[in-house]
C-alpha cells in the first residue's frame, strides 16, 4: 500500500492541546479540590476591586442650631384717584419704613424687592355700571434682622412708621449659616458608620484599609427650613409686635450615608 499520508500542523497542536487538558483535569481531580478562576480574572483593576474584601456600613448625623435671625414680608399700598399719585405713595411710605428699618440693624442688602402690582378698583352698583374709584399700588419686600433680639422692634416700627398703608407678613425664623450646620451633620454621620465598621472589623479580627466609596443614600440633606412664626399675618398692632416674645427653640438637620472600606 504505498498511499501517501499528510499531517496538518494545526492538527498536531490541536490533538496536544486536547491532551495537556486531559492530563491536567486529572492530576487536579486526583488531589480532591476544585479550583474555580474567578469569572473577572481578566479584567484589570475593576475586576481586582471586585474580588476584595470589604465592609460597608450606614452612618447617621445630626446636629442643632438655635435659629439667630428673623425675617418678614414687608407690604406698602396706596389707592390714589391717579396711578402715579398711587405710586408715589406707595414708595413714599416705603422708603419711610425702611429709613426706620435702618435703625433697626437693617441694611440695604438686607432687603429685597419681591413685587409689585398695579390695577385700577372700582365701586359696584346693582344696576348700573362700575364707577372707577381710584388706583391701588402694592410694593412688596422681604427684610432680614441678622439680630434675632431686634426681630419684634423691627417689626413694630415698622407698622408704626408705615400706619394702614403697611401690612406684616410671613414672620420666619433663620440660621445665618446653614452650611456650618450641614457640615457639622456630615461629620458627625462619618464618625458614625467609622465606629460601627471598627466595631465589626475588630470583632472578626480584621482591620479597616481604605475608604473605597461613600455616598448620602435616602433623601437629600434638608437644608435649613426658616421656622414660621405668623405666616400670612395681614396686619399685627405696632405695640403688639415690639413686644412679641420670640422663643428660638432649636432646629435640627439630619444626614445619612454609607461608606464602604477595603479590609487590610
Known amino acids: ?80 384717584l391717579g ?76 407698622i408704626a412708621v408705615g400706619g394702614n398703608g403697611v401690612r406684616v407678613s410671613g414672620i420666619r425664623l433663620g440660621i445665618a449659616d446653614p452650611d456650618g450646620l450641614l457640615k457639622k451633620a456630615r461629620d458627625a454621620a462619618v464618625q458614625s458608620a467609622t465606629g460601627k465598621a471598627e466595631q465589626y472589623a475588630a470583632a472578626t479580627g480584621q482591620s479597616l484599609g481604605e475608604v473605597v466609596s461613600i455616598r448620602e443614600v435616602g433623601r437629600p440633606p434638608r437644608r435649613h427650613q426658616p421656622q414660621s412664626l405668623f405666616a400670612n399675618r395681614p396686619l399685627m398692632d405696632a405695640d403688639l409686635a415690639k413686644a412679641l416674645p420670640i422663643r428660638a427653640g432649636k432646629d435640627d438637620l439630619q444626614v445619612r450615608i454609607q461608606v464602604v472600606w477595603a479590609f487590610e
Not at 470589604?54 to 396706596?78: K, L, N, R, Y
Open 1 to 80: 500500500m504505498g498511499g501517501n499520508v499528510t499531517v496538518s500542523v494545526r492538527s498536531v497542536l490541536l490533538a496536544g492541546l486536547v491532551g495537556l487538558a486531559l492530563v491536567t483535569a486529572y492530576l487536579l481531580g486526583s488531589q480532591g479540590d476544585a479550583v474555580s478562576v474567578p469569572a473577572n480574572a481578566a479584567t484589570g483593576e475593576s475586576g481586582a476591586m471586585a474580588d476584595r474584601r470589604m465592609v460597608s456600613m450606614v452612618g447617621t448625623g445630626e446636629a442643632s442650631a438655635v435659629p439667630d435671625q428673623i425675617s418678614f414680608t414687608m407690604t406698602a399700598s396706596a389707592r390714589r
Open 83 to 158: 396711578l402715579d399719585d398711587a405710586m408715589t405713595a406707595s414708595s413714599a411710605t416705603m422708603r419711610r419704613v425702611l429709613a426706620e428699618l435702618a435703625n433697626h440693624g437693617v441694611e440695604k442688602g438686607d432687603v429685597q424687592t419681591t413685587g409689585l402690582s398695579m390695577h385700577p378698583e372700582y365701586r359696584y352698583h346693582a344696576y348700573d355700571p362700575p364707577t372707577l374709584i381710584g388706583y391701588r399700588v402694592t410694593q412688596r419686600a422681604r427684610v432680614e434682622v441678622d439680630e434675632l433680639t431686634n426681630g419684634g422692634p423691627a417689626i413694630g416700627a415698622a
